[in-house]
């Protein structure tokens, strides 16, 4: 069959130029305008042009933000990801649409001002808006309005908690989107904010958005400033924050979990071991098994981190030990091994049996080490030198010895009744073990 081809099309439209952009733009009560944006030209002359479409006066008074649920402002800076087909509006300026909900905020009506703290709140996150604001001294009047809220609102909450609950819930989500811009330095904040802040975690605890903001502030707080860091933990206890991980909201368990890791990472040294010994008492392991890791919902990423951290500061407490070699002339080293043998062996003899010569003594030591597993016989004090695992193995050893008593005089047992090349000599091996355990654990590292 003969092929038909069809006559070419002389007149195939062009691709636009690169620095053309088509898009509609909103204003209310109007159609919305189609236009070719130049991204060339400045921006003013874009929105004069707009304006003048319009005829409002004033251009300088107003600006392009995104149409959609983010309701950013367009900036010479982030201009360039504006898409074909995009739906902007023209607004009211970031420095205006700031002045005009800061003094909305201070509203006498109370309807008007939560009106303007929801608006704040939406608005916060957008950082062209978020530096109008703070330029205004936004930040300040936010925490006077929390450090005052509470008690002006006596009467409020009892009338209209409610409305109460949610003008903190804004303001706190205002605080949070604005801070987390970086503009603001967090070493400002007074010790009267710090305080009620601390003190929603245990008001508001049935209060699901205020919980998780005033958790996400003292997060950020310990986070990022020393100074706040020693205030928070003044306030806040690991007995407050245990509860908010026994309910059912995983992100409130997430926020918690986070504060408690911000306080661990801060703490000092010397006061780490005690907190994780805090943690230890109030079964914190278990409450993280039963109420998060087996709860009926899977784990979400943040979670995940959030856990991953707390386990990696959890085990990086046992690197000094783990770096620390035995001292063969510290009696109180010794102590741990002489310990180790009376529990394995002290029960079939007469207990502190001190009766033969010293040499006997020592031949019937050197025997129990060689059952014990150890490679140096006389001196097993020796096989503890090596880092890692360094004392750490030793204290492995004991904790098993007097926690599993039976289990650990079975083995031991066990083994010393086998012949000399029997594979799972009780000492080396738990050395061996601790020493894998912490490459595997990655105990030490960040």
Request: charged residues 25%; hydrophobic residues 40%.
């Amino acid at each position: 069959c003969p092929v038909v081809l069809a006559p070419v099309n002389s007149s195939v439209a062009m691709p636009p130029p690169a620095d053309i952009v088509k898009v509609a733009i909103e204003w209310p009560g109007a159609y919305p305008k189609l236009m070719e944006i130049d991204q060339k030209k400045p921006l003013s002359s874009i929105i004069k042009e707009v304006c003048d479409g319009w005829s409002l006066a004033n251009h300088d008074q107003f600006a392009l933000q995104h149409a959609d649920s983010s309701n950013f402002y367009i900036t010479e800076k982030n201009r360039n990801e504006i898409k074909n087909g995009a739906i902007l509006r023209l607004t009211t300026s970031p420095a205006q649409n700031a002045q005009q909900l800061h003094e909305r905020i201070q509203s006498s009506s109370m309807d008007a001002k939560l009106e303007a703290l929801k608006d704040l709140a939406n608005y916060s996150r957008d950082v062209t808006f978020a530096q109008e604001f703070i330029n205004l001294d936004g930040i300040s009047l936010l925490t006077q309005m929390v450090e005052s809220g509470t008690e002006r609102y006596q009467k409020l909450q009892k009338i209209m908690k409610p409305c109460f609950g949610d003008m903190l819930s804004f303001t706190l989500t205002a605080f949070v989107e604005l801070m987390d811009h970086g503009i603001v330095s967090w070493d400002t904040f007074s010790v009267a904010f710090i305080k009620k802040i601390a003190s929603y975690v245990n008001k508001f605890a049935s209060d699901i958005s205020i919980l998780q903001r005033s958790l996400a502030i003292l997060e950020s707080m310990v986070l990022n400033s020393h100074d706040l860091y020693q205030k928070v933990a003044q306030e806040i206890t690991i007995g407050q924050l245990i509860p908010h991980l026994q309910g059912t909201d995983q992100e409130i368990q997430t926020y918690t979990i986070a504060v408690i890791n911000a306080l661990f990472l801060k703490a000092p040294d010397d006061k780490r071991q005690e907190m994780a010994n805090i943690l230890a008492q109030k079964q914190l392991r278990s409450i993280i098994l039963t109420h998060v890791i087996r709860a009926q919902r899977a784990i979400n990423n943040e979670m995940a981190h959030q856990l991953y951290v707390l386990q990696v500061l959890t085990f990086n407490l046992l690197e000094d030990r783990m770096m620390t070699k035995m001292d063969p002339q510290d009696q109180a080293q010794r102590d741990i091994i002489f310990e180790l043998r009376r529990i394995a062996f002290d029960a079939e003899s007469e207990p502190n049996n001190s009766s033969g010569s010293i040499e006997k003594r020592k031949s019937m030591y050197t025997r129990d080490y060689k059952k014990l597993g150890f490679i140096n016989h006389v001196n097993p004090a020796m096989d503890f030198t090596q880092t890692p695992p360094g004392m750490l193995a030793l204290d492995n050893m004991l904790y098993f010895a007097k926690h599993h008593q039976d289990a650990y005089i079975r083995i031991v047992l066990e083994n010393s009744s086998r012949e000399d090349k029997h594979e799972c000599p009780f000492g080396r091996s738990s050395i061996e073990l601790t020493k894998m355990l912490c490459e595997i654990l990655k105990v030490g590292e960040l």
